[in-house]
C-alpha cells in the first residue's frame, strides 16, 4: 500500500519545511508574555553607554541642551526607551531644553505627547512640572537637514529667529525670547546636542557641528554599527545602541556607574570604564528597556533556535543525499 | 548696503509682517511668484531651462564651497566690523549661511508639497475614473484630508484660547476631552502612530522567516558569518553573556590575567565589532564619501544630463 508522501519525508527535510505561520505564531507570543513580567535581567553596561550616563549627569545645572528627535513611532521599542530615560535625567537636573527635528514631520508632535507623559509622571511623583516656554521649548520640524546643521553651527540667533512657541501665556513667540535660548548666541553656548534618532540624521549633525559643542548620541540598533566610528574617534562623547542602550541607561540610573551600594558593593564589574557617577534612588528608573528587555531575550532566541534548526535540516537532508 | 545686505536686523511692522506677527501677505506673494516661475520653467524651451537649472545648482554650490575655503569669522560678535576685503566676503558668507539654509528648508518642504501634489492628482484621477481598488484611493485621500483639517482645528483651536482654559481641558480625563482635541488624538495618535509601529513590527516576522530559510551553512564564509551574527547577537542578551562568562571563570578560576578571559562573550562581541565590523563600515563610508563627492561635483558643474536637460 503507498504511504502518503509527507509520512515518507525525511526529518531533515521536516525540519526544513516547517510552516511560516508557525513561526510567526511562535514571535507573537514570545514577544508577547514577557510583557507581563517584570525581572531585572544581570547586565554590564556598555562603555559607549556609560560614558553617555556619566556626559549627562555631569551637565551643569540650568544649562541649555539642544535634543534633535528624530523618531516615531515606527522605532519606540528602542527610541522611546531612550528619549524618556534621557528626559528624566534632563528634567531631575534642572537643565533646559530645545528640541527640534530633521528627520520625521511627526518626529515634534511624537516627542511633545512623549513629553505630556513625562510630565504627568513628575507630578504624580509631587516633582515639579516640566513647563512649557520656561523649561522647554519646541523649534519645530526642518526638512533640509544639512542646511540646518550648517546655520545651527553658524548662529544660532539666525538659525532659529523664524521659530515660534507658545508662551505661558499661550502668545506664540520667538523662541529667542523664551528663558531656555537666554544667552545662547552660538551653537557652543550650549552645554551638549543631543540626538535622539532612528536615521542618518545623527552624521549629518555630526558632520557640521562636532567641532563646535559637545554631542551626544541614543540611536536604534540598527543605525548603531555605523554610529559606533564617530564615539570611537572621540567625535560623539557618549552613545547609547539599541534596547540594550535603553537597558544600560536604566540600570546606570537606578545602581550608578561603579557606583557602590550601602553594603560597598557595585551592581555590576564594568572592567574598561572606571569613572564612577553616582544613581538616582527613589525615582522611577526602570521602565520601558526593563520591560523589553527579556523579549529581546525571547525572540533572539527564538531566531538563533529557527537558523539551528534550519542548518540542522540542510545537514540532515545532505547526509541522505550522500547516502 | 552692500556686503551687509544679507545680515539680520530687525524690521519694521509692516501689511507683510504685521506687529502681531501676520506673514500671509509674504506668504501669498511668495506663492505667486513661485507659481510665476514655475510656469515660466515649464513654458520655457528645454535648451533655455537646461541652463537656468545648471547655472541655479552651481551658484547654490559655490556659496558652499567657498564657505568650505574662505576662513569664517570666530567667537564673532553682533557688532564686530570686517577690516578689509578679505574679512567682508568672510562676514558676508557666515550671514548669507541663514539664507541658503532657510532656501534649502523651502525647497525640502515643497518636495514634500509635490509629494502630496502627485499623490492626490494620481489618486483623484483614479476615483475619477474608477479604476481598480478605487476604493483604497477613496480611503487615502479621505483620510490625508481628515487629518489635515483635525491638526489645524487642534492647532487653531488652541492659538485662540487663553492659559487657563487650555490648562483646565489639560487636566480632563480623555473620554471628557472637546471634539477638536479627541478628534486630533483619534486620528494622530489613535490610528497613524499605531499603524506606523504595527507597519514596522511587521519587519520582525520577516526577519525570523528569512533567518531561518536562508542563513545556511552553504559555504566556509557562510559558516563563519553564520558563527559571527550568532555571537553577536547573543552578547546582547545579559542572561547568556552571565551564564557564558561564569562558565569561563570556571576555566580561569578567577584570575584577572588567564588568557581564557578573552574567550568571554562581551570580550569576543568587543573584538569582533573593533577589529572586523567597524573597519569595514569605515572603509564602506570612505567609498560611499568619495562616491558622493564625485557625483557632487557632477551635479554642481552641470555634467549630469538628467539634470538639467530633461
Known amino acids: 500500500m503507498a504511504m502518503p508522501e509527507t509520512t515518507n519525508k525525511m526529518f531533515g527535510e521536516k525540519l526544513l519545511s516547517i510552516p511560516r505561520w508557525i513561526w510567526f505564531v511562535l514571535v507573537i507570543i514570545l514577544a508577547t508574555i514577557p510583557q507581563f513580567v517584570s525581572i531585572t535581567i544581570p547586565n554590564v553596561p556598555e562603555d559607549s553607554s556609560a560614558a553617555l550616563y556619566k556626559e549627562l549627569m555631569t551637565l551643569p545645572e540650568g544649562s541649555t541642551v539642544i535634543v534633535q528627535t528624530d523618531w516615531t513611532k515606527s522605532t519606540q521599542g528602542e527610541s522611546r526607551g531612550q528619549f524618556d530615560a534621557l528626559m528624566r535625567i534632563l528634567m531631575r537636573k534642572n537643565i533646559k531644553f530645545a528640541f527640534m527635528s530633521v528627520a520625521d514631520p511627526q518626529a515634534s508632535e511624537v516627542a511633545r505627547n512623549a513629553l505630556k507623559e513625562l510630565n504627568a509622571e513628575r507630578i504624580k511623583d509631587g516633582d515639579r512640572e516640566y513647563k512649557r516656554w520656561e523649561d522647554y521649548v519646541s523649534l519645530g520640524y526642518f526638512p533640509g537637514a544639512e542646511g540646518k546643521g550648517k546655520e545651527i553651527g553658524e548662529s544660532m540667533l539666525d538659525a532659529f529667529k523664524a521659530s515660534k512657541d507658545k508662551d505661558q501665556n499661550n502668545v506664540e513667540r520667538s523662541v529667542l525670547e523664551s528663558p531656555v535660548m537666554k544667552g545662547i548666541e552660538k551653537v557652543g553656548d550650549l552645554s551638549a546636542f543631543i540626538v535622539v534618532t532612528a536615521s542618518k540624521s545623527i552624521t549629518i549633525a555630526l558632520e557640521r557641528l562636532q567641532d563646535k559643542v559637545k554631542m551626544l548620541g541614543l540611536v536604534t540598533g540598527v543605525m548603531g554599527p555605523e554610529t559606533v566610528n564617530y564615539y570611537t574617534s572621540n567625535q560623539l562623547k557618549g552613545l547609547s545602541i539599541g534596547l540594550k542602550g535603553v537597558y544600560d541607561m536604566e540600570t546606570m540610573m537606578e545602581y550608578g556607574a561603579n557606583y557602590p551600594d550601602s553594603s560597598g558593593k557595585n551592581f555590576y564589574n564594568m572592567k574598561k570604564y572606571t569613572d564612577v557617577v553616582p544613581n538616582w534612588p527613589g525615582k522611577k528608573n526602570m521602565d520601558r528597556g526593563t520591560k523589553y528587555y527579556l523579549t529581546l531575550h525571547f525572540t533572539i532566541g527564538l531566531m538563533i533556535i529557527a537558523v539551528i534548526i534550519g542548518n540542522i535540516g540542510v545537514l540532515l537532508t545532505r547526509k541522505k543525499g550522500n547516502e | ?310
Open chain 2, 1 to 310: 548696503m552692500g556686503w551687509n545686505l544679507l545680515a539680520q536686523t530687525a524690521t519694521e511692522p509692516s501689511f507683510f509682517n504685521g506687529p502681531n506677527g501676520t506673514i500671509w501677505g509674504w506668504i501669498a506673494g511668495t506663492m505667486l511668484v513661485g507659481f510665476a516661475i514655475l510656469i515660466g520653467l515649464l513654458y520655457m524651451p528645454a535648451q533655455g531651462r537646461k541652463y537656468v537649472i545648471a547655472g541655479f545648482t552651481f551658484v547654490c554650490g559655490l556659496f558652499y564651497v567657498l564657505l568650505w575655503l574662505v576662513p569664517t569669522p570666530h567667537d564673532r560678535n553682533p557688532d564686530d566690523v570686517p577690516r578689509g576685503k578679505v574679512e567682508e566676503i568672510s562676514f558676508w558668507l557666515s550671514d548669507a549661511v541663514n539664507v541658503f539654509g532657510g532656501l534649502s528648508n523651502i525647497l525640502v518642504a515643497m518636495l514634500l508639497l509635490l509629494g502630496v501634489f502627485s499623490l492626490a492628482r494620481i489618486h483623484i484621477a483614479k476615483i475619477i475614473k474608477q479604476q481598480k481598488d478605487w476604493v483604497f484611493s477613496v480611503c487615502l485621500i479621505g483620510a490625508m484630508v481628515l487629518i489635515i483639517i483635525a491638526g489645524y482645528n487642534k492647532w487653531l483651536t488652541e492659538l485662540n484660547m487663553d492659559p487657563a482654559q487650555l490648562e483646565a481641558i489639560g487636566k480632563l480625563e480623555p473620554n471628557a476631552w472637546p471634539f477638536y482635541k479627541k478628534s486630533q488624538d483619534f486620528l494622530f495618535d489613535g490610528l497613524l502612530q499605531n499603524m506606523d509601529a504595527a507597519m514596522f513590527s511587521v519587519i520582525a516576522f520577516y526577519i525570523l522567516s528569512a533567518a531561518y530559510r536562508a542563513f545556511r551553512v552553504r559555504s566556509v564564509e557562510a559558516t563563519i558569518l553564520l558563527a559571527t551574527a550568532l555571537l553577536v547577537m547573543m552578547s546582547l542578551l545579559g542572561l547568556v553573556t552571565l551564564y557564558w562568562n561564569m562558565g569561563v571563570d570556571l576555566i580561569t578560576r578567577g584570575d584577572p590575567a588567564s588568557f581564557w578571559n578573552n574567550l568571554k562573550l562581551k570580550e569576543i562581541a568587543d573584538f569582533i565589532g573593533s577589529s572586523f565590523r567597524a573597519p569595514g563600515l569605515r572603509a564602506i563610508d570612505f567609498g560611499i564619501g568619495v562616491g558622493a563627492l564625485a557625483m557632487a561635483l557632477r551635479l554642481w558643474l552641470g555634467l549630469e544630463r538628467a539634470g538639467g536637460s530633461n
